[in-house]
């Protein structure tokens, strides 16, 4: 009977969104003119729209993010109104995704590429370790 976040829902969603657009614009980068014949709906999207919407799902997941870690109800909740000291992390985690996917177009998919992207993993350690610490620390 755990009440979940509407802020924590929404930023999930984005988040969610955020990975399967940038996932598609790898998609249509790596196969150029063969995109449409690897997979048909790829034919309807642009690098440039999917870029425009990259950044849309970028901003509204940072912000829902924040809103989340300094609500008062997660405050409550978690014991904790420093959560938000979280966010710095949160946002290197995505620019480092971003990094990723814009300037290191591997022929992996980009969600396979920071599960072996070091800086982006020690980030992750970093971030649990620091919500564990805030939460459960003094």
Known sequence: AVAVSHWLLLCTSFLALFLGFSKRRHELTLLHDD???QRSVLAQYTPAFLDQ???VVTAS???CYALYAA????AARLGT???IWTVPLVLFGIFRFLYLL????????PTETI????PFL?????????VVALIYGA
Do not use: F
């Not at 609500?71 to 997660?74: G, K, L, P, R, V």
């Not at 599960?115 to 070091?118: E, Y």
């Not at 020690?122 to 620091?130: E, K, Q």
């Open 61 to 63: 997941t940072v912000v």
């Open 102 to 109: 814009y300037q290191r177009p591997a022929e992996r998919n």
């Open 71 to 74: 609500s008062a109800e997660t």
């Open 81 to 83: 109104k420093r959560l």
């Open 122 to 130: 020690a980030n992750m350690v970093l971030w649990g370790g620091v």
């Open 35 to 37: 995109a449409a014949g």
């Open 115 to 118: 599960l072996r992207d070091v």
């Open 53 to 55: 919407m990259i950044n």
